[in-house]
């Protein structure tokens, strides 16, 4: 999902819930079609939307003992991507939301936060806390440092997202702005906020982000990525 219209149209339309994992602890308490239930014992695990499991417990509070609500989201519009049929390491809070892509082999940290759009290609790494805002852009082998902000653009839908192409590595706490096009190869600098396009190649730091140089072998050196950090 990487057209901006079709993003637009999917959140206007998406049913806000509350999903919610109710434990239950009754007697003779029955099921119900609106959600799923399983037995454990004397427990009912009721998974539904929160309304749904409200009217249960009102409908059938005086055969209940003792409850339990778990949840962990409120009136949200966009689910969390279903992960479990994707070739890559995705480790313990991080957010991928509905409509990204993640890539072969890509590797996504803990704390990283990944919008409805965004694109990570095959073998990219996206370290701890760093956020891919909305249609954000990133190819292949690239590394997105710890902390890190690639800024979302998904209204309005004309507005061109951040675009990072194959072998880019970017440091910790980086911002790339909006509609920046970072070429094939480059370094972005800890900290550098980056404004303007970047050329492949090149070795961009400050802030303003600007070029101090052209990519050579000390640059490759210190920034070679390990790539058995991303296989399965």
Do not use: W
């Not at 891919?132 to 997105?144: E, P, S, T």
């Not at 309005?156 to 096009?181: F, K, Q, R, T």
């Not at 900290?191 to 303007?196: D, P, R």
């Amino acid at each position: 999902m990487k057209n901006a219209e079709e993003i637009i149209d999917y959140i206007k339309k998406a049913e806000k819930k509350t999903p919610v994992k109710c434990y239950i602890r009754g007697k003779d308490l029955p099921d119900i079609n609106e959600f799923q239930t399983f037995d454990m014992g004397s427990t009912k695990l009721l998974i539904g939307d929160l309304d749904v499991v409200k009217g249960y417990i009102e409908t059938y509070k005086d055969d209940i003992e003792d409850y339990y609500i778990d949840y962990d989201r409120r009136n949200s519009a966009i689910p969390l991507l279903d992960t479990t049929n994707i070739n890559a390491r995705i480790e313990p809070g991080s957010y991928i939301r509905e409509g990204a892509v993640i890539g072969d082999h890509a590797v996504i940290m803990m704390g990283a936060v990944i919008n409805i759009g965004a694109v990570v290609g095959e073998g990219t790494m996206v370290d701890m806390n760093a956020v891919l805002g909305g249609r954000a852009i990133v190819g292949k082998h690239c590394h997105i440092g710890a902390g890190t902000v690639l800024a979302g653009v998904i209204e309005p839908a004309s507005n061109v997202p951040v675009i990072i192409d194959d072998d880019v590595m970017i440091g910790a706490n980086a911002v790339v702005l909006e509609g920046v096009h970072v070429g094939q190869g480059a370094v972005i600098g800890a900290g550098t906020i980056v404004m303007e396009d970047v050329p492949p190649y090149s070795v961009v730091v400050g802030n303003p982000g600007r070029v101090v140089k052209q990519k050579d072998e000390a640059t490759i050196a210190k920034t070679k990525l390990v790539d058995d950090l991303r296989q399965l």
